[in-house]
């Protein structure tokens, strides 16, 4: 089952205590690391647990998450592609 | 003349076991010292392989009243002492000791969070030695150490920063000997905290192989005796190595992931070696930091090619017979450099099979003998902190060099707190209680953070940055060290990560919480907002934390190793200690818990222009039992002129088993003098907490410029420790 972006970019705000950001600033295909919200590989950790705590997706290096965080919507297809189990 | 430090006493236990032979032979036999864990269950991890010390502690002799810490360090100074064969008069006020340690008692103290989170009991005795600093007290208080006793906590760079500490103690003349060195117990904190960093190899480290996937934890504790070459001469000691030179630097880069190029790494094997007075030539083995993280590794291996221009001389990371112990790891490293030094064998680097391409090089791959006259041990932490010692042979003629103390000027300060007397609650999981406290909240200034600190920084790291931002505007190629000392260290996030862990049984880690809890976040934090990459320490000592940061700061100008140093302290009002306290009666209508984060720019008496004072004595301490107060005069006597102090400001109005002992102090001092000098004292307006002195300090400041004379700042720990700063008014600048 695809998850939505806005669903995913309300649990990224959650998760990484993005105080002053509202899910219509982030841009689905805008870049979450480096420039765009600022991030950095320890908010890659939270979005780790985060994947596990709402889709029961386990991550065990970051490597293993690498392209799926690249943007919102990459992260929105990872999650729906390990839902259909591929 | 400069006093080169000498080793003359080793100790070490650690997952293959006690003793320095035992270490030796295990290294020699090239036997994989982890295993899996049995400390504690681990449903969500399992029992992936670490460097537990599975030995009865108390039936080796450690004291029972003590954390797990507490006891690996006990056990280490004991070696250390015994083969050093210190005579009853080696020690006294001539003999300290600076000990690392990152997690301090933790693991007793999650005992006690356990009972409270599962079962609702509030039973805070195995809290009682929760404070990294408890390991020192212990060792002095155990062995009749009566000089400087002060505890690094730089994560895992600790051990070394410590070492390298008690060298300038010594060079400086502070001591005739001391013990240094580190001491860690496995913690359920650092456990869930490298895992939630994925940080871990279920395999165990494969240090510098291309197939390495992390770290693993150990724990252990490593001591060495320290001594003036002319004391070790004296009494005919045996030199077991010559500690030639040390360097500390801070990548201000990340607070996990070190710098990429290993830039941080570089420039303090560069000043470690300019201190020694070698070329990087005469290096003839580095044991390497080398956890087994893909990023530690390939980042030290480009600072060592970079610092040998190619020829990197034979190399190996221990971490895989040790696992990696934290502030113990860089002591036991320095063991295991001396041991080399004295068997002329280079130790090996179990776990590693295959050359990373990125990496290029293998480490030494078995026990060799060859010719070894100075070899670098190599310590990193995180916060971007690095540490790196040289040990030479006893006949080498490494020249170290002389550092020359002189006074230092006061060319700024940055003060947050005190706040106004508020009420605050205690709550779940503690019995719910009501307390006054003053609060530095609403943080004045923290719009000026940026968006990162403002979600990231817990209360403690944001008063510390901009009490940093307050004393010191950064100036391009300007050298600056940070030495910010903390009692508790960040209580918030270590709880908050803690907490977590339990009630949800390893579930749901919080990977931010963890690196934000080691003692040196805050001054990582600062070295990384003002872009400061020379010394960055984090001292802890109890009461007299903020003087440690001060030595530790002064040593830096006077070395020569910058140009500015900032030297503060830091605590914060947290549940847990306003509940143990009150249950403990230690918070009463006098004694009202405060918080705050003071920091003061130095800079040296010759070099800055307008200054707010001058600082012209700090001694460190511990007094005897009863408290003779003749004496302590006589101890204050000996490093500053009672005709210089105008003021007495002392740590009185905050706990009143030390009001009895300030007040004949201030007798003591005014019958001595032969005149009535005025007492003061500031924990009225700042509250109390562990680094208050360092308020204290703004308020000498003060005094003295108000009143234009001496201010001797004098501090006192309920546990032994004390403190002697004098502050002194500025001398007028020179016409340009």
């Known amino acids: 089952m695809p998850v939505s972006t806005t669903e995913l970019k309300t649990r990224i705000i959650e998760a990484l205590n993005l105080q002053d950001t509202t899910p219509e600033q982030i841009d689905d295909d805008a870049p979450l690391f480096g420039t765009g919200l600022g991030l950095d590989s320890i908010d890659a950790l939270e979005l780790v647990v985060m994947l596990e705590k709402h889709y029961s997706i386990i991550i065990k290096g970051i490597e293993e998450g690498g392209p799926a965080f690249r943007s919102v919507r990459a992260l929105a297809d990872f999650i729906g592609a390990r839902r259909a189990g591929t | ?736």
């Open chain 2, 1 to 736: 003349m400069a006093q080169q430090p000498v080793i003359t006493g080793l100790g070490v236990i650690a997952s293959p076991g006690c003793g320095v032979a035992t270490i030796w032979e295990a290294v020699a036999g090239q036997r994989d010292g982890l295993k899996p864990l049995t400390l504690f269950p681990s449903p969500r991890y399992g029992p992936v392989p670490v460097g537990e010390v599975q030995l009865d502690l108390l039936k080796l002799g450690a004291p029972r009243r003590a954390s797990r810490t507490d006891r690996l360090g006990w056990l280490a100074a004991r070696e250390a002492i015994q083969s050093a064969a210190l005579p009853p008069e080696a020690f006294g006020d001539r003999a300290g000791v600076v000990l690392g340690s990152s997690v301090g008692g933790s693991f007793d103290s999650e005992g006690f969070l356990i009972k409270l989170i599962k079962e609702g009991k509030f039973h805070p005795r195995p809290t009682r030695f929760h404070e990294c600093h408890s390991s020192a007290e212990l060792i002095a208080d155990s062995f009749g150490l009566f000089g400087p006793a002060m505890t690094v906590s730089t994560a895992c760079s600790s051990g070394a920063l410590a070492i390298a500490t008690a060298a300038e103690m010594i060079q400086a003349g502070e001591a005739d000997v001391m013990l240094a060195g580190g001491a860690d117990s496995i913690s359920r904190m650092t456990w869930g905290g490298f895992h939630a960093l994925l940080l871990v190899d279920g395999q165990g480290c494969r240090p510098f192989d291309a197939a390495r996937g992390g770290m693993s934890l150990g724990e252990g504790a490593a001591m060495l005796v320290l001594e003036t070459e002319e004391n070790a001469q004296r009494r005919g000691a045996k030199i077991l190595a010559r500690l030639s030179g040390w360097g500390a630097s801070c990548d201000a880069h990340h607070v996990t992931a070190p710098h990429p190029e290993g830039a941080g790494a570089l420039a303090a094997m560069r000043v470690a070696l300019r201190r020694a007075g070698l070329d990087a030539a005469q290096i003839d083995y580095v044991n390497a930091h080398g956890t087994g993280t893909r990023d530690n590794d390939l980042a030290e291996a480009k600072a060592l090619k970079a610092l040998f221009d190619g020829r990197v001389p034979p190399f190996s990371s221990s971490k895989r017979f040790f696992g990696h112990s934290l502030a113990a790891s860089g002591a036991i490293e320095a063991v295991l450099c001396i041991e080399a030094l004295r068997h002329q064998q280079l130790p090996p680097n179990p776990g590693f099979s295959q050359v990373d391409p990125a990496i290029g090089m293998e480490p030494v791959r078995e026990l060799t003998s060859t010719t070894l006259t100075h070899v670098m041990s190599n310590s990193f932490g995180f916060g971007g902190n690095n540490a790196v010692l040289i040990f030479s042979t006893p006949t080498s003629t490494a020249t170290t060099r002389a550092a020359k103390p002189s006074p230092i000027n006061v060319t700024g300060l940055g003060v947050i707190g005190p706040g106004a007397v508020t009420m605050r609650g205690i709550t779940s999981p503690m019995p719910a209680d009501q307390l006054s406290v003053r609060s530095c909240e609403p943080l004045p200034g923290a719009a000026s953070l940026t968006p990162n600190q403002r979600r990231r920084l817990g209360h403690l790291h944001q008063m510390a940055v901009l009490a940093a931002r307050a004393s010191h505007t950064p100036v391009a190629d300007q050298r600056v060290a940070v030495a910010l000392g903390t009692g508790f260290g960040c209580l918030a996030e270590g709880a908050a990560f803690i907490e977590n862990y339990v009630a949800k049984d390893e579930a749901e880690p919080m990977p931010s919480r963890f690196p934000g809890s080691v003692h040196n976040a805050p001054a990582g934090q600062i070295a990384m907002d003002l872009g400061s990459r020379g010394l960055n320490s984090a001292p802890t000592a109890g009461a007299i934390t903020f003087e440690c940061a001060l030595w530790q700061a002064w040593r830096q100008l006077d070395a020569g190793e910058a140009d500015v140093a900032l030297a503060g302290a830091t605590d914060e009002l947290q549940n847990y200690p306003l509940a143990i306290g009150k249950r403990w009666g230690i918070w009463t209508d006098q004694t009202v818990p405060g918080e705050g984060a003071v920091v003061a720019r130095l800079a040296s008496g010759e070099a800055s222009s307008p200054a707010l004072a001058r600082v012209t004595a700090l001694r460190l301490g511990r007094y005897r039992r009863p408290f003779d107060a003749a004496r302590e005069t006589a101890w204050i006597s000996k490093t500053v002129a009672l005709s210089s102090i105008g003021i007495l400001l002392s740590g009185g109005h905050g706990l009143p088993v030390l009001e009895p002992l300030y007040e004949s102090m201030a007798q003591e001092i005014s019958r001595r003098a032969g005149r009535t000098i005025e007492h003061q004292t500031y924990k009225q307006l700042c509250g109390e907490f562990h680094s208050a002195s360092a308020f204290g300090f703004s308020v000498a400041v003060r005094l003295a410029r108000e009143r234009q004379c001496g201010v001797l700042l004098y501090t006192l720990s309920p546990r032994g420790g004390k403190a002697l700063c004098l502050v002194q008014p500025a001398l007028p600048a020179l016409p340009a």
